[in-house]
């Protein structure tokens, strides 16, 4: 009967424990983004949110294949990681841990002098890696969704002299605030980065300088005011992350007289979403420690050292109104919504795999007092014993949800 009665005890428990976990996820300590009383939602961002299935609010309706991430990524054989590097959204960074900070059996040979590490397979001269410090930029300088899908495949075939039909080809990328991406390129131009070798290639070509107006007819634009940054056109850092993304042969490549602006637009955040969706990982440079929980959860690599969070960036330095933060944000208005989109679903996958990794821990703990139960009856005289173990390990993955939540988007 006591038993009965500590089992029924727990019901009611498991309930405020496992409510106190989505709130203090969604409303880490300090947020103001929670507003009770005054008819306002508390999502994940700062707009209005429905109803998810497992009880947080969300805006989109992601399904369980969206969140379910895990790569069967076979090292041994002839899959490779893809990592489509968007200037600005800590892409650097994040290259190096891939080549320098990864346990592997066989480690990336990075020598002294060279821009390049050899990551190669165990036993094999061919590399698992596509990426610019280890291959380097082979289909171009920052080469976008539609230049690497139409690019890589040959170009490994080539390095490896081989035509694999087997081969897997799983792609990664960083995505970033939309305001702090763009005031990081608009500082490293104003500093003389031009990116003017990118090819840009699409449906075979690259585009004609009527396509593509240059921003500046000197050598580079060094000293660019934010005012004169803004105001040209064509300038690519405008949705830089949208279009990188999505497959731009859908929209006429960069002829921009091939339909409308708001249809081009259209299809762009649609193309950009679903390509971001159907990706292996994608981390978010504000979330330096969930990326890396992801990217080791989805491909079973672990990294050596543990990301740091910095903040300290040039972007996060730069002070702007509100005026030129909402043309900013204007600028780059598919940008704005393709972020949303992608935190949302960044961080309901951190979400989702830790609620995975607490319930293998459940039945790990489970299986393992049943074998001690059927070997020692005795050490479980009390009842609940085991449930109460439980909860006390709920309790204890709080702290590591909400852990990076908040403050670590770049302030201004």
């Not at 959204?89 to 060279?114: A, E, S």
Request: proline share 4%; with cysteine; hydrophobic share 30%.
């Amino acid at each position: 009967m006591d038993d009965k009665s500590n089992k029924l005890l727990l019901v009611p428990i498991l309930t405020v424990l496992f409510v106190m976990i989505g709130y203090q996820y969604i409303c880490p300590a300090g947020s103001t983004s929670c507003r009770f009383g005054t008819g306002e939602s508390f999502p994940l961002s700062k707009h209005p949110a429905l109803e998810s299935p497992d009880g947080f609010r969300s805006k989109f309706n992601f399904t369980r294949e969206d969140l379910e991430r895990h790569v069967d990524f076979d090292m041994k054989g002839e899959d490779v990681i893809v990592f489509l590097h968007i200037q600005k959204t800590g892409g650097t960074t994040f290259g190096r841990h891939l080549v320098r900070n990864i346990r592997l059996q066989r480690p990336c040979d990075c020598r002294t002098g060279l821009k390049k590490c050899s990551c190669h397979r165990p036993g094999k001269a061919d590399s698992w890696l596509f990426s610019r410090f280890s291959t380097g930029w082979s289909c171009g300088l920052h080469a976008d969704w539609t230049e690497l899908t139409n690019c890589v495949p040959a170009v490994m075939n080539k390095k490896q002299k081989k035509d694999s039909k087997r081969r897997n080809f799983y792609y990664i990328t960083l995505l970033r605030d939309p305001v702090s991406r763009y005031l990081s390129e608009w500082k490293h131009v104003q500093r003389g980065a031009t990116w003017k070798t990118a090819l840009h290639m699409c449906d075979g070509r690259p585009p004609t300088p009527d396509e593509l107006p240059a921003c500046y007819s000197s050598e580079d634009w060094t000293g660019v005011s934010l005012e004169e940054f803004m105001a040209c056109q064509s300038n690519l850092a405008n949705n830089r992350q949208t279009r990188m993304l999505a497959d731009l042969s859908l929209v006429g490549c960069y002829n921009l007289s091939s339909m409308s602006e708001e249809r081009r637009a259209e299809l762009l955040l649609s193309s950009a979403k679903r390509n971001l969706r159907h990706m292996a990982f994608f981390g978010l440079t504000e979330f330096q420690r969930k990326t890396q929980f992801l990217f080791e959860r989805t491909f079973g690599l672990h990294f050596i050292s543990a990301f740091t969070q910095i903040n300290g960036t040039r972007a996060a330095g730069v002070t702007v109104g509100t005026s030129t933060r909402r043309r900013i944000e204007e600028l780059n208005a598919l940008d704005v919504q393709l972020y949303e989109y992608a935190r949302e679903l960044f961080l309901r996958r951190v979400q989702y795999c830790h609620q995975q990794e607490r319930q293998e821990v459940r039945e790990r703990r489970r299986e393992q007092r049943r074998k001690t139960k059927e070997q020692k009856p005795s050490q479980f005289s009390k009842p609940g014993e085991g449930e109460r173990e439980d909860v006390e390990e709920e309790i204890k993955t709080v702290r590591g949800v909400t852990e990076d939540y908040s403050s670590q988007v770049v302030r201004w």
